[in-house]
């Protein structure tokens, strides 16, 4: 499947009418960006079940500053809407496929209940 390119315009759609999607903020200027964009990709062809979309934070400058990005690369999952993941850094494939795996495990009926609980 190919990795998506996200705007503002259409984050929200994407996150909310998807099982599983994520979520790559990266810029060109970045070197470890660039260095972890093949294994995005990879990992993308290897669970075509999810969402891979990538944010350039120089042409989507919301929605890093929606999501407080401070450092790139930054990785978000999300699973029906809840964000399960974020963390800056370059993760290997072998962490990312562990992500992914883990994310498609997550009981969303049992984390809505314990949202609503914390409430």
Request: hydrophobic share 50%.
């Amino acid at each position: 499947m190919a990795i998506l390119s996200l705007t503002y315009q259409q984050f929200d759609e994407v996150v909310q009418s998807n099982d599983l999607v994520v979520v790559d903020f990266w810029a060109k200027w970045c070197g470890p960006c660039l260095a972890f964009s093949p294994i995005f990709e990879n990992v993308s062809n290897r669970h075509p079940d999810a969402v891979f979309a990538k944010v350039n934070i120089d042409e989507e400058i919301e929605l890093a500053q929606d999501f407080a990005v401070r450092s790139i690369p930054f990785l978000m999952i999300f699973r029906r809407e809840f964000a399960v993941f974020a963390e800056a850094g370059a993760q290997t494939a072998t962490q990312l496929d562990a992500l992914v795996n883990e994310a498609k495990k997550i009981d969303i009926t049992s984390l809505r209940q314990q949202i609503q609980n914390q409430e």
